[in-house]
């Protein structure tokens, strides 16, 4: 319940932010960027000193295939959020996509530790609430980033208490759910830094100005993730 009422208080601060936000003459969507770059400067603190040594350290300590099928069952627990997603945008292909996968992997597939479904042609994808409101046309508001999250919308902030209520688990109650939820969000994390490891470093080292670099990637990665990866046909060059 704590943890409902933070998230709903972080909501309603961010759509505040979002209705009286400032013109960006820079088009970045960025009115508040001082601000974003302070907790940019902290985050990055945070993954130099901790985030990055712990990827490392479980990218060497713990072999690939038991890496591969940790992934795998945390990617199995998120299909109940992402079939919902599909639904409520109208994705009824990927929906059966979805349902397939986790039929599969979480029977032959051995409670998700084996993408067998990935092999027999049923390729994973990602949705989350974020996109959806982003179908249904709701404005991404202003870019932020978030203390030891990183960068996000107003949208998208949003979006992940709307995943939170989707998902099956937020609603089952036992003696050690704190424990579950607190490693499976950690093995989310770890999980997540390790897999990018080098490409993080290569930007890092390639960008003249890492805090724009990253701003540009997130908004177009989020983009691309909204139209799921087709083409985008409403921002092509007056030529």
Request: net charge negative.
């Amino acid at each position: 319940m704590n943890r409902s009422v933070s998230f709903a208080a972080a909501c309603l601060f961010a759509v505040s932010l979002a209705g009286c936000a400032a013109t960006d003459p820079s088009g970045q969507n960025d009115p508040y960027e001082q601000t974003n770059r302070d907790i940019f400067a902290l985050n990055q603190r945070a993954d130099h000193n901790v985030a990055r040594p712990v990827a490392v350290f479980y990218r060497d300590a713990v072999p690939a295939i038991a890496r591969d099928g940790i992934h795998n069952v945390l990617q199995n627990l998120d299909s109940p959020v992402i079939f919902a997603n599909d639904l409520l945008q109208g994705e009824t292909t990927r929906a059966g996509q979805t349902l397939g996968r986790v039929v599969v992997n979480s029977t032959l597939g051995l409670g998700g530790l084996v993408d067998l479904a990935s092999k027999i042609g049923i390729p994973p994808h990602d949705e989350d609430f974020g996109q959806t409101l982003a179908v249904w046309g709701a404005n991404e508001g202003p870019y932020l980033v978030l203390p030891f999250a990183g960068p996000s919308n107003p949208r998208d902030l949003a979006g992940v208490g709307g995943d939170i209520a989707m998902s099956p688990l937020t609603w089952i109650n036992f003696r050690t759910k704190i424990w579950y939820d607190i490693g499976r969000e950690a093995l989310e994390i770890v999980d997540l830094r390790a897999r990018n490891i080098e490409t993080l470093d290569q930007i890092e080292r390639t960008s003249v100005d890492l805090y724009a670099t990253q701003r540009s990637l997130y908004r177009q990665h989020r983009n691309a993730e909204i139209r799921n990866g087709a083409p985008d046909t409403e921002n092509l060059p007056n030529l």
